[in-house]
């Protein structure tokens, strides 16, 4: 039986023929990773749940209104995404990196992993110093420092293999919620981890459950919210009763690929489904609505003196406040430029699809009403703030919980400038030379502590 290695080159094919029967069909891409077959024959792309939505409309702004074609929005887009958006070639699996990037990309890559655990690591030129894998590369990398590969005997091929699946089940097309931002948050727990308070009580377990929900706490988003899932009777929120409903897919996404690519097999089936289960805990601790059950919790703890993490059941739930922490903050707290594109993109992107579907435009979601500066300031006032303090009084204000803080009131100032200026360019554009009462109302509110 003769099997085919196809070398595929920026669309030139050509093949060679082999007698050995027991060997896999490979597929090497140039310029791309080395993707290796586990078995013959193409397999499916993965199915995504998420609704069909139009990612071309946030490009209405730099296209002037043209939509354009299929092909002319793949011209946008890297070969690197190109490549993870085929058909053909989506779902093949990785063996082994094999980088054709030059030698000092590799090496500056390799430099900033030295600095992983601080707090402004730059995951954006990270991922591209990685030609886009930087949910892969970051994840080997902490799995190998913290031991977690020997102690619990895993196969890097197929750890590897889980890990590609993941990344690729994030969509890049998505603004926000996509696989640079998951490796923005796993980095971020990565540093939680740390802390010497909690890393001097830390079993592997805990380590790679943390490491693992914050690599996957989003997987396969549909770049909406849950709202919008709800009132557009989405199968997923009927599925899940309206509750979770992001959390709970992510979650079932993330059990259902660690199943598929069998990186758990090995262990006993009351391990696998204790991992299971409690990397459940840790996803659904990442829906914004159970933060204020959180921050009660541990000040609770904190006030009564009474958190003992020798006892599993403390260490867990600190983990899950470190996820709460994670998609909420990380990113707000390190480099102002993402806060700008994520919040516009996937705020104003939410309300334009509620507004062409005549539903009810979603709390600061609205491009005629809001400002990026005003969404985010509420945001870190209301949601990122409270959680940090509460982190820093746990830690002990430590010199990386002092970081945190830090570069969350440095960005806020920054925002509350830009916020001052742009009320102040609506002043000089307004003809009377007077801001309309709502606006006034608006500005007030904004600048609400």
Known sequence: MKQL???IIFGRCGEISFDNPDQNAKCVCMLGDARVRGQTGVLAERRGSYPFIDFRLLNNTTLSGEIGTKKKVKRLLSFQRYFHASRLLRGIVPQASLYLLDEDYLGQARHMLSKVGMWDFDIFLFDRLTNGNSLVTLLCHLFNVHGLIHHFQLDMVTLHRFLVMV???YHSQN??????????VTQAMHCYLREPKLANFLTPLDIMLGLLAAAAHDVDHPGVNQPFLIKTKHHLASLYQNVSVLENHHWRSTIGMLRESRLLAHLPKEVTQDIEQQLGSLILATDINRQNEFLIRLKSHLDNQDLR????????????YSNCLDPCGCSLTKLMQRDASGSKLFSFFVGDLEQKFELDIS???NQQKDTIPSIQIGFMTYIVEPLFERWAQFTG????SENMLNHLRRNKAKWRSLLHKQHSSNRSSDHSGQVTGSQEQTFNEEETP
């Open 309 to 320: 993490l020798e006892d599993a059941q403390d260490r867990h739930f600190m983990l899950q």
């Open 175 to 184: 603004p926000y919620h996509n696989a640079v931002h998951a490796a923005d």
């Open 397 to 400: 204000d430590t010199p990386l």
């Open 5 to 7: 290695l196809c070398l």
């Open 363 to 365: 709390p600061l979601c």
């Open 167 to 169: 990344q690729e089940d």
